[in-house]
């Protein structure tokens, strides 16, 4: 694999790059799939590591699947059975099944979807009394202040009270706090969880 041949001298550099830690700014179209899957190829053939201490994460399977079918290509006869690549989710999906028992949560968990997420955030507001409708805009307030703090990285042990500066606020980290021990007693996770689980440990 004569990689002076394949890549412009941009993207051998940063294929082959020793550094331990490398920063790639490049706008759609330049070649940034085509440079991971080369450094992946190149890590495995002419710096002899093992698939298995490799990770590539990208943001859709179908890219995952792309980068890995040409792996594969690259590297004729090697076997990269290994060699995980995936999206964030599914990475974290498949790291919380090995280490979640750490905080006594069963590797069995459930993964919810964004409609059933948005279902058990409704019966959060009725199991505390609130009269409303399925699809109420109080709703729709709650599934965007929970995905805020959770793109933080807060629950809401982290949210501080002072910060709820308006009724409705309260009320929808009191929803919040409800989702939360709902979601505990089914054992089960949001996407969002997936994140912020991986990241504690």
Known sequence: MNLK????????????????????IAGAGSGKTRVLTYRLAHLINDKNIDPYNLLAITFTNKVAKEML??????LGNIDISSLKISTFHSFCSYFLRNEIYHINFPRSFVIIDDNESENMIYYSFTSLGHEIKKGDTLVKSTIRFIAKNKTKGLLPSDIKEEDLVSEEMKIMYEAFKEYEKN?????????DDLLIYTAIF
């Open 5 to 24: 041949t394949l890549l412009n001298d941009k993207q051998y550099e940063a294929v082959t790059s020793s550094f331990k830690y490398n920063r790639i």
């Open 69 to 74: 079918n040409r792996t594969e290509e690259l």
């Open 183 to 191: 979601k505990v007693r089914s054992y089960a996770l949001d996407f």
